[in-house]
């Protein structure tokens, strides 16, 4: 359990300053880092929460024999509407919370275009972080120190 507090760590820092840098650009709201941080933590807490309250009920369900395991094993993409579930939760919890912390309304839309820049951030990070392992990799691999691993 220790070794998650860094990465905990970590992603929220990343999710809040991608937060304050899409919310500025898309939105023209500059949030302070606190503000950020409740954004992203109260947004997070809802979308984990909102997958634990649907799993819940599919444990009861499964249970109280309304249907099998091995109906959801065998149909994986009954999953997907669990995943849209927990992303719109998380959607509409943080435009409340972005109207509340400005001050300001923020139709859907607006919200939408910062989701959209923020997920555009996400994607460059990671393919940043993707070259940047790439080439410590074909480092280690060159200098003949990955084979003594």
């Known amino acids: 359990m220790i070794e998650l507090l860094p990465l905990i760590v970590v992603g929220l820092l990343i999710s809040t300053m991608l ?5 500025r650009k898309a939105m023209g709201i500059e949030l302070s880092w606190l503000q950020a941080v409740k954004v992203v933590t109260v947004r997070a807490a809802v979308g984990i929460g909102t997958g634990f309250l649907v799993g819940r009920v599919v444990g009861e369900a499964l249970s109280n024999g309304w249907f099998s395991l091995s109906v959801l094993q065998e149909n994986v993409f009954l999953f997907a509407p669990v995943g849209v579930l927990c992303a719109v939760a ?3 919890t943080y435009r409340k919370l972005v109207q509340v912390v400005s001050g300001r309304t923020v139709s859907i839309a607006v919200m939408a275009r910062s989701v959209a820049w ?3 951030y996400y994607v460059r990070l990671l393919a940043l972080v993707f070259v940047v392992l790439l080439i410590i ?3 280690l691999h060159w200098s003949g120190l990955l084979a003594s691993f």
């Open 19 to 23: 937060l304050r840098r899409s919310s």
């Open 90 to 92: 998380s959607f509409f």
């Open 118 to 120: 923020e997920l555009g």
């Open 137 to 139: 990799l074909l480092f």
